[in-house]
């Protein structure tokens, strides 16, 4: 399995002093000129060729000179690139540049120093810095400041080389067969692919464009002589800071060095890349009939090269192949090779957390955020981290500017960049699926328990459909902290733990396994797996054989042995660490780059294999999380400046004060006097909710966050229609950057805060809880699935250079900030003409099951002197009693955006999910009847079962689904009686939340064995 890309955070460190502010000036783009776009992948300029390399490599050895460098920067401004000044003080600034580091081997991206003296000047000075965290210190470049703009002129990609080769006629080099003779190498090669697609080109296929365009630039460049305007190619400044020699990439690797790397995944993808690239560079090539690349770029060079000029062989060679992908960016699938911006060196950002009352939890900025695509498809390249000026200096007075380039682990970098990080905190080590077996599976000898996991597998989608027979797991890649890669991309999908876990139950090691459970613990949960696989029920099935309790436990406890059995795997094949080390020295002796790089990469995988097999198990169990009390102090002091905020909005009409009830509950809302029965007791104008409107009605139009909302208010887009977008990143402005500043502050004070919040709303929760305290009910599906699409939502948003640049980093990029605005609009949104608001006061009114359903409108006064949303009472409520209204939802609702339930509560129901009418139903062609395709149901009477019946008859084409009716139910019974039987007790002292999600279970299993009995009372159909 090759390793892929992870997720990880990055930080925004904020200054907060008016000194700082003048010690480094931010240059800002316009929100309006600069594009979003999407990383699809990661591709810049790295080589290992100095063996002695410490973890930031460099880009390139090139053609190295005080001449090239100036000679390049000059060609960069005449070009129409900018340098977005670095300002120190107000009248100190300077330019990014790039600068030879011979200890990385090559250029660099630099800031050159302003005083002789290398030191910064006196008001950005901090003295004995010793100690002192970086968010208090003053950086010279701040997180997201631009550092320089490449024009779409000086920027290649397939585009631009089609225009000059192919769809310009007026083009001196256009080519008529350019474009036909290319697509037809590329869709022979790649059957797969889409050739010269303008849109979905595969990224290998813009490589290889790429690549033959600067074959002719460089012969060009090298041969001036020898091209008929005896003129150098416009490209020549940028090629003298390229390599000047092949990259040590895994496709330049021989045999000693795939033998030195002694992995069989990456070794087939480096010789498999040679191969095709061999075969679509050269004519005699199996793949590619009546054509190569190789008699392309020799066409292209005819079109430049002066009438009877022999081509010189060193212009066709292959190995002046192997430089693009090393260097190119991908934005929105299309890849750029961008000139400057490809000699900043790596180096992992330091992950930091700036830690307040909420604890922050920093997701990482998306690649794209630093590069942006702007209108004029110009590349604008910005800071990723806050660099402050440094204790030392190397290298003369320069500070020397680094780039993280994501996520990734060391194998892209071997592969793509001809090198491997000392320092790379998302590398990862591979394991062998075989390593978490306690034996070998024996090929073609049955064994009933590799019969029940394949069976698992393939139910749950962990296997290709295929297989045939169960050998051993996928190979997984581990870091450090036993985090498997592209392991719980999406909430509720852990495709190798799961697979892990599983494998582990029915086919681990029983006394490992029994040492983790109590003996008897361990046999029980084997045998539900077992019933369960049996059952042929894939919910029982993931949450018995994968998501069982302790699985989190065991699939670390089962990558620690595994990694220790991969360990003694390479010791008995005479593979120390030992030997390693000893031929890597000599490599370095010898000078060999490529060995050297195999040999780097081998030992850091192995460094890694032994840090994951010696860790202790550290994980807590669930019944170890503490409740976060609600802290009652300082309400009162709240309560007071919020009732004297509600004095302050003049309401046309209320009858309610609120007071702090306690018992879960915080505040409520009382009766100042007696309320009859369907009278109005509160009345808010417009401008006195928080809703799309008021968020922008007081902002400055001119202002960055007024253009931000309007960007989110467009109401002719579908995803904004709702004025979520806009009222979450209003919150987020309000409640933490503006404050105590805030219009809204008293009532934005008295919400619960991130850490309130997350002990008891859903959005928060772990997975592994509401695995285990959910297990059954289709309610554990819901919250995961509304646990995705904030975590999606956060995503889009924190992606945007706009929200960074207005909101801070800090503050859009904390995913724990934007679950507390996610969830106080879903928990406390009241909605009249059909849009959101937040209404203070109002939305202090708890919620019973008396009476009738809450209801707000837009009503007119008596005497027509205010128009207001007016809220009248669903009861009687005498004066001093506390008020309540009826929400009319059933508890799975309730929990799942509020995070509460009602006991009695006559709206409740069992969620029924899951079913759809799929395109090979019988009932598909009438699948229109319904509102979707996959509907959930609310079971608990006799209607509510018809309903359930009168799909399942469309979905199989039956006119009587009675059959089908009962197994849906009886199998959903199963699951929530298996539930029931488990080992959880709840009292007065547990959880509210767990005893919450016990009691929806049990619920759930009260109105299923009610719908079973009242299924009987159905009629037959005819």
């Known amino acids: 399995m090759a390793k ?94 790039i600068e030879a580091f011979p200890s990385y081997g090559g250029w660099g991206l630099a800031l050159p120093l302003l005083q002789e003296s290398s030191q910064p000047p006196e008001e950005c000075r901090v003295e004995n810095t010793d100690g002192i965290p970086d968010s208090e210190k003053k950086p010279i470049i701040k997180h997201l400041d631009p550092l320089f703009t490449v024009p779409s002129s000086i920027i290649i990609s397939v585009q631009s080389i089609l225009e000059i080769y192919a769809t310009d006629t007026s083009s001196p080099l256009y080519l008529p067969d ?83 790397l002694n992995d069989d995944n990456l070794e087939y993808t480096g010789r498999n890349s040679k191969r095709l690239l061999g075969q679509i560079f050269f004519d005699d090539g199996a793949a590619v009939a009546n054509g190569s690349l190789k008699s392309v770029v020799q066409d292209m060079i005819r079109q430049k090269i002066s009438h009877g000029r022999a081509i010189p062989a060193s212009c066709i060679s292959f190995d002046t192949f192997h430089i693009v992908s090393s260097r190119s960016m991908v934005l929105k699938g299309v890849k750029y090779l961008t000139p400057l911006a490809g000699m900043i060196n790596y180096a992992p950002k330091v992950e930091a957390h700036q830690q307040d009352d909420d604890h922050s939890d920093l997701t990482r900025a998306p690649f794209d955020l630093y590069h942006t695509l702007s209108k004029d498809n110009s590349i604008i390249v910005r800071s990723d981290r806050d660099i402050f000026y440094p204790k030392r200096l190397n290298d003369g007075a320069m500070i020397q500017i680094f780039e993280d380039y994501g996520p990734v682990d060391s194998s892209l970098f071997l592969e793509a960049h001809g090198f491997a990080p000392h320092e790379n905190p998302n590398n990862c080590a591979s394991i062998s699926g075989s390593f978490f077996l306690r034996r070998i599976i024996a090929t073609g000898r049955y064994d009933e328990n590799a019969d029940l996991v394949l069976r698992a597998l393939k139910n749950l989608h962990l296997i290709h459909p295929k297989v045939m027979e169960f050998e051993a797991l996928e190979n997984v890649c581990v870091k450090q902290n036993l985090e498997v890669v592209d392991d719980g991309l999406h909430v509720g999908v852990k495709p190798a733990s799961d697979s892990i876990a599983l494998a582990s139950l029915l086919l681990g090691d029983s006394d490992i396994m029994i040492e983790s459970f109590e003996s008897e613990s361990f046999f029980a949960l084997r045998d ?81 294999l032994t840090l994951i097999s010696s860790q202790d198990e550290l994980d807590p169990s669930l019944d170890s999380v503490k409740n976060k009390s609600m802290s009652l102090e300082n309400l009162d002091k709240k309560l007071i400046a919020f009732a004297s905020f509600v004095e302050s909005l003049a309401l046309p009409l209320n009858k309610i004060e609120p007071k702090v009830v306690g018992n879960g509950m915080r505040f409520g809302a009382f009766a100042t006097t007696d309320i009859e029965l369907d009278s109005p007791y509160i009345s808010l104008p417009a401008n006195l909710a928080i809703d799309v409107s008021t968020a922008q009605a007081d902002l400055d139009e001119t202002s960055d966050l007024a253009a931000l909302l309007r960007k989110y208010s467009d109401m002719n887009n579908p995803q904004h229609n709702d004025g979520f977008d806009v009222l979450v990143l209003f919150l987020l402005h309000e409640r933490f950057i ?39 009910s289709d309610v ?50 009241i909605w009249w003409k059909g849009k959101r608001h937040l209404a203070p006061l109002l939305d ?7 009476g009738r359903a809450h209801k707000t409108g837009i009503e007119d006064s008596d005497d027509m002197t205010w128009k207001a949303a007016v809220t009248r009472a669903s009861r009687h409520v005498q004066k001093g009693e506390q008020v309540f209204e009826n929400y009319a939802q059933p508890n799975y609702l309730l929990f799942t955006y509020h995070g509460f339930i009602l006991d009695n509560n006559p709206n409740d129901c069992a969620l029924l999910d899951g079913l759809s009418i799929n395109r090979n139903d019988p009932g598909a062609k009438f699948a229109h009847q319904f509102q979707s395709t996959a509907p959930t149901f609310c079971i608990r009477d006799l209607s509510s079962v018809k309903e359930l019946q009168e799909f399942l008859a469309v979905k199989h084409g039956v006119d009587d689904a009675r059959s089908y009716l009962v197994q849906v139910l009886e199998e959903r019974v199963a699951r929530l009686t298996e539930a029931m039987d488990t080992d959880i007790h709840t009292d007065r002292t547990t959880l509210p939340r767990v005893r919450f999600m016990r009691q929806i279970v049990k619920n759930d299993l009260t109105h299923l064995l009610h719908a079973l009995n009242v299924e009987s009372s159905i009629p037959h159909s005819e």
Request: glycine share 6%.
């Open 4 to 97: 892929k890309k992870t997720n990880a955070r990055h930080i925004k460190k904020k200054s907060n002093s008016a000194k700082d502010e003048d010690c480094v000036q931010r240059t800002q783009s316009s929100l309006s000129g600069v594009g979003i776009v999407a990383l699809l992948a990661i591709a810049l300029f790295y080589n290992g060729t100095s063996s002695k390399n410490n973890s930031r490599m460099s880009t390139t050895k090139t053609r190295q000179s005080s001449n090239s460098k100036d000679a390049f920067l000059e060609w960069f401004v005449e070009n129409g690139g900018t340098f977005h000044p670095i300002y120190w003080g107000n009248d100190r600034a300077v330019n990014v540049t």
């Open 178 to 260: 350019f474009y036909f003779n290319v697509n037809k190498i590329l869709t022979q090669a790649f059957p797969n692919s889409r050739g010269l697609a303008k849109q979905g080109m595969g990224l290998v296929q813009q490589d290889v464009i790429i690549a033959i365009y600067l074959m002719v630039e460089n012969c060009h460049h090298d041969y001036t002589h020898l091209f008929s305007n005896n003129k150098g190619s416009r490209w020549g400044p940028y090629l003298d800071v390229l390599p000047n020699y092949t990259l040590p990439r895994l496709d330049t690797f021989g045999d000693e060095e795939y033998s030195a």
């Open 528 to 608: 539900k797996c077992i019933a369960a696989i049996r059952s042929g029920d894939t919910e029982r099935m993931e949450i018995r054989c994968a998501r069982y309790p302790g699985s989190g436990r065991i699939v670390r406890q089962a990558l620690r042995t595994a990694a220790g059995r991969a360990i003694a795997n390479f010791e008995d094949e005479g593979d120390t660490e030992e030997k390693l080390l000893v031929q890597f020295k000599q490599a370095e002796l010898q000078d060999r780059d490529r060995l050297v790089l195999a040999l780097r990469f081998r030992l850091e995988e192995r460094k890694i």
């Open 738 to 776: 503006l404050r105590e500043q805030s219009r809204w502050w008293p009532y934005l004070d008295l919400l619960p805060s991130v850490d309130e919040l997350s002990a008891y709303h859903p959005i928060f929760f772990q997975e592994k809880e509401i695995d285990r305290y959910l297990a059954g």
């Open 780 to 829: 554990r599906r819901l919250i995961l699935r509304y646990q995705q699409r904030a975590t999606e939502r956060h995503t889009a948003l924190s992606s945007d250079l706009d929200a960074n640049l207005v909101l801070g980093s800090n503050i859009i990029l904390d995913k724990r900030k934007f679950f507390w605005a996610t969830a106080i609009l879903d928990s406390r949104s």
């Open 844 to 850: 202090l009114v708890n919620a019973d099951v008396s």
